[in-house]
């Protein structure tokens, strides 16, 4: 492989100075801690983020809200999640949801973040997802975001709609979705709910 490639996609670890010494004291052995050890690069943050300040604001995010098929509440058909599509954008973001039935009750200094326009419906993983782009614009809840990411247990999403319901075949079914909160939980309630942090 190019030096330069792998320079790019590896990180030099040094070896401290007392390891260097050692040849002192074993003269004449082969010493197995000469040279570098190159580790693959694991994050998409540099190493560099020590605290809050050393986010960059706004924190790019997307956000997997919603699917077809099953939920807690219900079932849903693409087609709904179509008609749904435009009003995911532009939609506040906080970081709690309370246990109504109704969307969650806020102050404007709860929001963390906005979600963006464009919101696509995305086939992942066999599942018609919408997805949409965000913000988080609260330094200290972008760096929690970015703690949670790197340890490898990320935060999730969990949408709040208004809906109606109809019955087809004995199943129950959601239509007629009104997008109305992103909140970001510990675990959501569709599994593949999921925020990801765009590398900037």
């Known amino acids: 492989m190019d030096r330069k490639i792998l320079n ?14 050692l040849k002192k004291y074993v003269d004449g052995l ?9 580790l693959p690069e694991f994050s998409k ?7 809050d ?12 809200v919603l699917c077809d098929g099953p939920n807690r509440d219900g079932n849903l058909d693409k087609r709904d999640l ?4 435009a009003g995911w954008g532009n939609m506040p973001i906080i970081d709690w949801h309370d246990k109504t039935k109704n969307a969650t009750d806020h102050k404007i200094s709860d929001r963390k973040g906005y979600t963006l326009n464009n919101p696509q419906i995305r086939n992942i993983n066999g599942k018609m997802w919408i997805v949409v782009p965000g913000e988080i614009n609260d ?11 790197k340890r490898g247990k990320p935060l999730q999403v969990s949408a709040e709609y208004g809906w109606n319901k109809y019955w087809n075949d004995g199943e129950l079914f959601q239509t007629d979705i ?9 675990e959501g309630h569709v599994e593949g709910n999921q925020l990801i942090i765009k590398a900037s």
């Open 8 to 21: 790019s996609r590896l990180r030099t670890i040094k070896l401290d100075k007392r390891l260097s010494d």
């Open 30 to 38: 082969r010493s197995m801690f000469a040279g570098i050890m190159l």
């Open 45 to 51: 943050f540099s190493e560099n983020i020590k605290s």
């Open 53 to 64: 300040l050393d986010i960059k604001i706004p924190m790019s995010v997307e956000l997997r």
């Open 82 to 85: 179509d008609l749904s599509l």
């Open 139 to 149: 330094r200290d809840f972008a760096y929690q975001l970015y703690l949670r990411d």
């Open 178 to 186: 009104n997008p109305q909160l992103i909140s970001i939980v510990d």
